[in-house]
Nanobody, 115 residues
Framework: QVQPVESGGGLVQPGGSLRLSCAVS????????MGWYRQAPGKQRELCAT???????NYADSVKGRFTISRDNARNTVYLQMNSLKPEDTAVYYC?????????WGQGTQVTVSS
């Protein structure tokens, strides 16, 4: 059963940057659209960025212009570059398929934006 492994989170000050990584096993990774999701305390998980197998990206309004999603199909890895971070970006970040049957959820990686 495929379970993504997220990494790269941490504590950062407002205005700072972080780069998240997500490793996914399996040979079908390259054909799936992938997404980064996040879940803040007391809130539902939300999809904030997606990238198709061909590299076309889409973003939620809340992160547009600040976050960049990318993928490396040779490494079965998805990335999320987060710039100009705000306290409201504080959440556990997960990656998973953006469409179709989801993988099992990984542990996620905690991002905390605070001074």
């Amino acid at each position: 059963q495929v379970q993504p492994v997220e990494s790269g989170g941490g504590l950062v000050q407002p205005g700072g940057s972080l780069r998240l990584s997500c490793a996914v096993s399996g040979s079908f990774f390259r054909i799936y659209a992938m997404g980064w999701y996040r879940q803040a305390p007391g809130k539902q998980r939300e999809l904030c960025a997606t990238v198709t197998s061909g590299g076309i990206t889409n973003y939620a309004d809340s992160v547009k212009g600040r976050f960049t999603i990318s993928r490396d199909n040779a490494r079965n890895t998805v990335y999320l570059q987060m710039n100009s971070l705000k306290p409201e970006d504080t959440a556990v970040y997960y990656c998973n398929r953006a469409t179709g049957t989801l993988y099992s959820w990984g542990q996620g990686t905690q991002v905390t934006v605070s001074s």
